[in-house]
């Protein structure tokens, strides 16, 4: 009897997943088929290629559910205020049928449901694909961050003038911009980084996952740290190559690695210096440097006392 009663319980709620899957899916795959495009033509703007992560990140999250969906449907259902809140509100960047908002309302959606589905304890569960949904969704950061990147566009500047000189190659630098052989090389705002700032660090994050290192602080910091130094470091030697392909010349290796596949390779590789230091965090956390024995002292010798002579 009881497993009778709970079968239309189930078949309910079996019913209002579908129905909520089907909305997403209507509301949210022309969406995401128009991200994806963006990010592999390149067709849209040069922000949106900005999250082009995106494109590795989303299957992941989504695989990451599928994973849970055991543990998901164990939770109790619990109804939060906070995602009937998240769910008007994504609801209104929805209909305001401006792009920016418009894809902000795809991880508000989905933070609402959770929290309106199961609470505090659904929304924990999901936390991480949340994450990665949110950080692939294109927003004008890139745009709101451009006019503060002059620092750094004039440290990769200094330091690719600085390796062209090493190599015996006449450079001159001026704020962000190299001549050599004549011809000028502008490091410009979206040459200055950030868009492989953003892939590394968000490649770092799905390692950490993946791996179960997140549990650990130091591990954490350490390949976040290291994927901010590969990504500068890598994107100095980047526009060294740049500055002397076009300085001498040779505007078929400049298209190569500015615009064609050859920068995508580029990144690949970096990326993958990447899994390489995960690994070498985790090889020195596993064997640890020996501590240097230090020598046990010397026992100290208790003076002895000598019988005292008796006189005569």
């Known amino acids: 009897m009881q497993s009778q009663r709970s079968l239309p319980f189930l078949e309910r709620q079996n019913l209002l997943n579908l129905a909520i899957a089907a909305l997403l899916t209507a509301l949210y795959a022309?969406?995401?088929?128009?991200?994806?495009?963006?990010?592999?033509?390149k067709s849209?703007?040069?922000?949106?290629?900005?999250?082009?992560?995106?494109?590795?990140?989303?299957?992941?999250?989504?695989?990451?559910?599928?994973?849970?969906?055991k543990k998901w449907q164990r939770l109790r259902d619990r109804a939060h205020p906070l995602g009937a809140f998240l769910l008007v509100l994504g609801t209104i960047f929805y209909l305001t049928g401006l792009s920016e908002w418009t894809n902000l309302s795809f991880p508000v959606i989905l933070a609402g449901l959770c929290l309106w589905l199961k609470g505090i304890e659904g929304f924990k569960l999901l936390s991480f694909p949340l994450l990665l949904v949110f950080l692939a969704t294109p927003n004008a950061i890139p745009y709101l961050l451009?006019?503060?990147?002059?620092?750094?566009?004039?440290?990769?500047?200094?330091?690719?003038?600085?390796?062209?000189?090493?190599?015996?190659?006449?450079?001159?630098?001026?704020?962000?911009?190299l001549t050599v052989g004549g011809r000028l090389v502008e490091v410009a705002p979206?040459?200055?980084?950030?868009?492989?700032?953003?892939?590394?660090?968000?490649?770092?994050?799905?390692?950490?996952?993946?791996?179960?290192?997140?549990?650990?602080?130091?591990?954490?910091?350490?390949?976040l740290l290291g994927a901010i130094a590969i990504s500068i470091s890598g994107n100095i030697v980047r526009n060294t190559l740049l500055t002397y392909f076009h300085g001498t010349?040779?505007?078929?290796?400049?298209?190569?690695?500015?615009?064609?596949w050859g920068g995508d390779v580029y990144s690949t590789c970096m990326l993958g210096l990447i899994v390489v230091l995960l690994e070498v965090i985790k090889y020195f956390d596993r064997n640890p440097a020996p501590m240097k024995e230090q020598p046990e002292p010397s026992p100290v010798a208790e003076p002895t006392e000598t019988p005292e002579e008796s006189n005569p």
Request: aromatic share 16%.
């Open 146 to 177: 451009a006019p503060y990147t002059l620092p750094l566009q004039t440290f990769i500047a200094t330091m690719a003038g600085f390796i062209l000189i090493q190599f015996g190659i006449p450079v001159q630098v001026e704020g962000i911009y």
């Open 44 to 69: 849209i703007s040069i922000e949106h290629e900005y999250f082009s992560h995106g494109l590795i990140g989303l299957p992941l999250a989504a695989y990451i559910v599928w994973e849970k969906r």
């Open 30 to 41: 022309p969406l995401l088929l128009h991200w994806v495009d963006g990010w592999i033509h």
């Open 249 to 260: 010349g040779n505007e078929g290796a400049f298209a190569w690695l500015h615009e064609g």
């Open 190 to 223: 979206y040459c200055a980084g950030l868009k492989m700032l953003f892939t590394s660090l968000y490649v770092a994050l799905m390692l950490l996952y993946w791996t179960d290192t997140l549990r650990s602080r130091r591990k954490t910091i350490l390949l």
